[in-house]
């Protein structure tokens, strides 16, 4: 694991074109897939002011051999609190960052259309092609691209 003395705790820039996040709450709501790779684990570590073993224990779950952030009886992350959003947004995963410009919704129209239709953060005039140019940049841009799978959410994972 990245070591948390290394690893910087900044709050996510909102600065695509195509995409301005309207802390609806939606993306936080979905079960599953917070997926927290080593680097993230250091960063929210840092931010939380926690040890690896109480993190695991109080907000981790294993899935797929993978840790991830658990959710809790209403269904949402575990961090999300309504009204508040994400108690954890200088810490959150790069997962959590990289939303809405996840590998499918860049490769795929149709994907883009459901994102669309989910998330009222992307622009309602973005067309597909635009999207996938300014997702790619953003991820590029804030260093969330990812080719492992891994260790790391599959949704990060394109070639740049
Ligand atoms: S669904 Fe979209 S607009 Fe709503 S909180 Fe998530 S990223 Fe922001
Ligand atoms: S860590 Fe924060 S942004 Fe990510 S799902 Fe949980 S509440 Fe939402």
């Avoid at 003395?5 to 309207?22: G, I, K, L, R, W």
């Avoid at 570590?45 to 224990?57: H, I, N, Q, V, W």
């Avoid at 609190?81 to 947004?89: A, L, Q």
């Avoid at 860049?106 to 997702?135: L, N, Q």
Wanted: proline letters at 3%; a negative charge; aromatic letters at 8%.
């Amino acid at each position: 694991m990245q070591s948390s003395q290394n690893v910087e705790v900044q709050a996510p820039v909102d600065d695509s074109e195509v995409f301005t996040c309207q802390m609806c709450g939606q993306c936080c709501r979905g079960q599953g897939g917070i997926v927290v790779s080593p680097t993230d684990l250091a960063r929210i570590l840092k931010a939380l002011g926690m040890d690896e073993a109480s993190f695991r224990e109080r907000y981790g779950e294993m899935r797929g051999g993978k840790l991830q952030i658990r959710c809790g009886d209403d269904g949402a992350c575990i961090f999300f609190k309504e009204g508040e959003g994400c108690t954890v947004h200088a810490g959150k995963p790069d997962v959590c960052r990289a939303w809405p410009f996840f590998r499918g919704n860049i490769v795929d129209a149709e994907s883009f259309a459901m994102a669309k239709d989910y998330c009222p953060g992307i622009r309602r005039d973005a067309d597909h092609e635009t999207f996938a140019r300014e997702g790619r940049a953003y991820l590029k841009k804030h260093g969330l691209l990812s080719r492992d799978g891994a260790s790391g959410g599959w949704a990060v994972v394109l070639d740049d």
